[in-house]
């Protein structure tokens, strides 16, 4: 091979270089550019790109938090729904068997303080009247106006419906039976109200 040869070259300032030329194969491919892009350009790229994926991340999780929250309000609304339903059942089944849905505060009908919750609906109306924000919408209201609830004092006992039937007044049941249908819409009182066991009676027959 050719001896390794040392070119002179004068630089840009004028002082001498060595350049090294060799036999070896040398790439005939152009040389790689160097990217216009300087360092402090290029980390700030990529500061911005790392803080995008992180404002992404957050949005996801944040939707995902939506999501379940929304599930959770979906799933309490629904939960303070079915107990004022089972509220409202004992009260027509009290209403069936005392003529009238107004218990007074004191009064514990099927194990429940059914006087206290009766007071504490009077007191989301007038919240609701007052234009306070309350759970009280206006379809439970309809169904407690259907059964003669009394909102305002002075006129609680007052007859709403036939009181408890005479034990072999059938006809009387059947009313009673009727008037919680049409409160309820269904004819399945609680075993726990006389209207209830009348029904099981009838079942069996």
């Known amino acids: 091979s050719r001896p390794h040869q040392r070119i002179w070259k004068r630089s840009r300032k004028y002082e001498e270089e060595i350049i090294d030329i060799t036999d070896e194969p040398t790439n005939d491919s152009p040389p790689a550019q160097a990217s216009s892009q300087s360092p402090t350009r290029g980390k700030a790229m990529e500061e911005e790109l790392e803080s995008n994926s992180a404002s992404t ?24 729904q079915e107990a004022w339903e089972e509220w409202f059942r004992i009260l027509v089944e009290f209403r069936a068997e005392n003529g009238h849905p107004n218990p007074k505060r004191d009064v514990v009908y099927q194990q ?9 609906q009077r007191k989301m109306m007038k919240k609701h009247t007052d234009g306070g924000s309350t759970g009280f919408v206006e379809e439970r209201i309809a169904r407690l106006n259907s059964i003669g609830f009394a909102w305002e004092g002075g006129n609680y006992q007052r007859q709403t419906a036939p009181a408890t039937p005479e034990t072999n007044d059938w006809e009387g049941w059947f009313v009673a039976l009727k008037q919680f249908k049409a409160a309820m819409g269904h004819t399945t009182p609680s075993i726990e109200s006389k209207l209830g066991i009348w029904v099981r009676e009838q079942r069996s027959v």
């Open 112 to 120: 429940k303080r059914l006087g206290e919750w009766a007071n504490e």
């Open 57 to 80: 991340r957050f949005s996801d999780e944040l939707d995902q938090s939506r999501t379940v929250t929304d599930s959770e309000q979906n799933i309490n609304r629904s939960s303070r």
